[in-house]
């Protein structure tokens, strides 16, 4: 009999197997042809953006995937021009119009993502995360939030921390980038102060679900306009980006809250939320786009029209300046002149754990620095950007990036198992992890596994101030607030 549970065993199997072949075939020097990689790498996407169904929305797998994808989109111009180029860097250019580099390029990515969708699958077709769930069931009670004074005081923090990361110029005044216009955070070696940031917004926003239905609304208003100030103001109008992650963190928190009826029973709103969102998210996707080309232009007040700054932003932007790191590893691979690191770096991330502003203060040098990361290998072909498919080829060759993407999909299938349940620290690590989720992707490991101790360490400085407070409000179940927010609103 066909269930879900053995349909998903059956396709992490068929992912896996394919990865593998995959990874074998590179290792024999076998590669698809281009424009059969390219239709195979995005038609292997959709049916894996389409197929997962770790929880209701699956939305932290089906962002990976977006991630992931988004770098390789550039690609698509092969498929009608074989004279294509999507980057104008002589060193780039000289790279591009070799296709068999480009489907050298294609073939890691399609081992790779398979070997992503083996994970997610695998994790769908456990029972991996179903304890977690069934004990959330059992919130123990009373338990407590943040008061008034607590959580104005975490939201002021959460916006001084992405201010020391601030360009110290608008785009109005100096033209983004520009020698001079950082932020204090290069002079503390504080370059993770951005996420420091953002995680701090989503613990504020997850203790706002565990309040009371009146505190609960405040909180969320004082979360929005916080966020809002410093999408504007220390963001948008200083040429940085970095905060769509912490967006999507906020939507993905707040589309996947669970709600309950009187009875326990849950009432899904999830499909009505993400109507809601649609239309601010497409506004915001093309303002961002748009500031992407035109940081660069307004300090001169020379500015081009909406049309052409939306196809600069599309071809010429960060996901686009990503690909360039495959590209120059397909390249060093071509030539013979790859050096394997057997581990090296991963060594190196552990090395690099402590927090930069406390080596910078005690004089040393960490293995991997925001300023001179290892990860950035291409000087001349990439001026930065590191997909996620990179460091496991580094280390380890094809069949490192089968292996290790595999381990990545089943923890990120395991963290949306887990983070539409009602546990505080589980929602807390679903948002960090999204609010990380574009960096890490896009610029390497240590941007999750920044997040992952950021996030501890604001749990526990959380879980210790309520401790320590003891008066402040109790927290109750989310069955017992709909049906107060139902009874007060009968009245």
Same mark, same amino acid.
């Given at each position: 009999?066909?269930?879900? @549970?053995?349909? !998903?065993?059956? =396709? %992490? +199997?068929?992912?896996?197997?394919?990865?593998?072949?995959?990874? #074998?075939?590179? $290792?024999?020097?076998?590669?698809?042809?281009?424009?059969?990689?390219?239709?195979?790498?995005?038609?292997?996407?959709?049916?894996?953006?389409?197929?997962?169904?770790?929880?209701?929305?699956?939305?932290?797998?089906?962002?990976?995937?977006?991630?992931?994808?988004?770098?390789?989109?550039?690609?698509?111009?092969?498929?009608?021009?074989?004279?294509?180029?999507?980057?104008?860097?002589?060193?780039?250019?000289?790279?591009?119009?070799?296709?068999?580099?480009?489907?050298?390029?294609?073939?890691?990515?399609?081992?790779?993502?398979?070997?992503?969708?083996?994970?997610?699958?695998?994790?769908?077709?456990?029972?991996?995360?179903? @304890?977690?769930? !069934?004990?959330? =069931? %059992? +919130?123990?009670?009373?338990?407590?939030?943040?008061?008034?004074? #607590?959580?104005? $005081?975490?939201?002021?923090?959460?916006?001084?921390?992405?201010?020391?990361?601030?360009?110290?110029?608008?785009?109005?005044?100096?033209?983004?980038?520009?020698?001079?216009?950082?932020?204090?955070?290069?002079?503390?070696?504080?370059?993770?102060?951005?996420?420091?940031?953002?995680?701090?917004?989503?613990?504020?926003?997850?203790?706002?679900?565990?309040?009371?239905?009146?505190?609960?609304?405040?909180?969320?208003?004082?979360?929005?306009?916080?966020?809002?100030?410093?999408?504007?103001?220390?963001?948008?109008?200083?040429?940085?980006?970095?905060?769509?992650?912490?967006?999507?963190?906020?939507?993905?928190?707040?589309?996947?809250?669970?709600?309950?009826?009187? =009875?326990?029973?849950?009432?899904?709103?999830?499909?009505?939320?993400?109507?809601?969102?649609?239309?601010?998210?497409?506004?915001?996707?093309?303002?961002?786009?748009?500031?992407?080309?035109?940081?660069?232009?307004?300090?001169?007040?020379?500015?081009?029209?909406?049309?052409?700054?939306?196809?600069?932003?599309?071809?010429?932007?960060?996901?686009?300046?990503?690909?360039?790191?495959?590209?120059?590893?397909?390249?060093?691979?071509?030539?013979?002149?790859?050096?394997?690191?057997?581990?090296?770096?991963?060594?190196?991330?552990?090395?690099?754990?402590?927090?930069?502003?406390?080596?910078?203060?005690?004089?040393?040098?960490?293995?991997?620095?925001?300023?001179?990361?290892?990860?950035?290998?291409?000087?001349?072909?990439?001026?930065?950007?590191?997909?996620?498919?990179?460091?496991?080829?580094?280390?380890?060759?094809?069949?490192?990036?089968?292996?290790?993407?595999?381990?990545?999909?089943?923890?990120?299938?395991?963290?949306?198992?887990?983070?539409?349940?009602?546990?505080?620290?589980?929602?807390?690590?679903?948002?960090?992890?999204?609010?990380?989720?574009?960096?890490?992707?896009?610029?390497?490991?240590?941007?999750?596994?920044?997040?992952?101790?950021?996030?501890?360490?604001?749990?526990?400085?959380?879980?210790?101030?309520?401790?320590?407070?003891?008066?402040?409000?109790?927290?109750?179940?989310?069955?017992?607030?709909?049906?107060?927010?139902?009874?007060?609103?009968?009245?």
């Amino acid at each position: 009999m066909d269930t879900p @549970r053995s349909s !998903a065993s059956i =396709a %992490a +199997v068929g992912f896996g197997l394919l990865a593998v072949w995959c990874a #074998a075939l590179f $290792a024999l020097g076998v590669y698809p042809p281009l424009q059969i990689a390219i239709l195979g790498l995005f038609g292997l996407a959709g049916w894996g953006f389409w197929s997962v169904r770790l929880t209701q929305l699956s939305l932290l797998p089906r962002l990976m995937i977006v991630l992931y994808m988004m770098p390789f989109s550039v690609t698509l111009g092969y498929l009608g021009s074989s004279d294509y180029t999507w980057w104008w860097t002589p060193a780039a250019l000289a790279l591009l119009s070799d296709h068999v580099l480009i489907e050298q390029m294609m073939a890691i990515g399609i081992t790779g993502l398979a070997a992503l969708l083996a994970g997610l699958k695998a994790i769908e077709a456990s029972r991996v995360g179903e @304890r977690d769930l !069934a004990d959330a =069931a %059992a +919130v123990e009670s009373p338990r407590r939030t943040l008061d008034v004074i #607590a959580f104005v $005081a975490a939201l002021a923090l959460a916006t001084a921390l992405s201010w020391v990361y601030a360009p110290r110029t608008s785009i109005f005044e100096e033209m983004y980038a520009a020698e001079g216009t950082e932020g204090i955070y290069q002079d503390l070696n504080f370059y993770g102060a951005f996420l420091a940031s953002y995680i701090l917004f989503v613990l504020l926003f997850v203790d706002a679900e565990y309040s009371h239905p009146a505190a609960r609304r405040w909180k969320r208003l004082g979360v929005l306009g916080t966020t809002l100030f410093t999408l504007v103001f220390l963001q948008l109008l200083r040429g940085d980006r970095e905060i769509v992650g912490l967006l999507a963190a906020l939507a993905i928190l707040y589309v996947t809250e669970p709600m309950r009826d009187r =009875a326990g029973r849950v009432a899904s709103k999830a499909w009505r939320r993400m109507l809601g969102l649609a239309l601010p998210i497409l506004v915001l996707v093309v303002v961002l786009i748009a500031v992407g080309a035109a940081r660069f232009e307004l300090s001169g007040g020379d500015v081009s029209a909406l049309g052409e700054l939306l196809a600069a932003g599309f071809t010429h932007s960060t996901w686009t300046a990503v690909l360039l790191t495959n590209l120059a590893m397909a390249a060093q691979l071509q030539d013979g002149r790859i050096e394997y690191l057997y581990g090296e770096t991963y060594v190196q991330y552990l090395l690099s754990l402590a927090p930069g502003i406390a080596t910078h203060y005690l004089g040393f040098e960490r293995p991997i620095e925001a300023k001179n990361n290892p990860g950035y290998w291409f000087i001349g072909i990439s001026s930065g950007g590191n997909h996620v498919i990179n460091v496991p080829f580094k280390n380890f060759g094809i069949f490192g990036v089968a292996g290790i993407l595999c381990i990545y999909g089943m923890a990120i299938g395991y963290w949306e198992k887990t983070g539409v349940g009602e546990r505080r620290w589980y929602r807390l690590v679903y948002g960090a992890i999204t609010a990380s989720s574009f960096m890490w992707f896009w610029y390497a490991d240590m941007n999750v596994i920044r997040a992952l101790m950021g996030a501890g360490a604001l749990w526990l400085g959380y879980r210790g101030w309520l401790a320590f407070a003891g008066g402040v409000v109790k927290d109750v179940r989310w069955a017992d607030t709909v049906a107060l927010s139902e009874s007060g609103s009968s009245r």
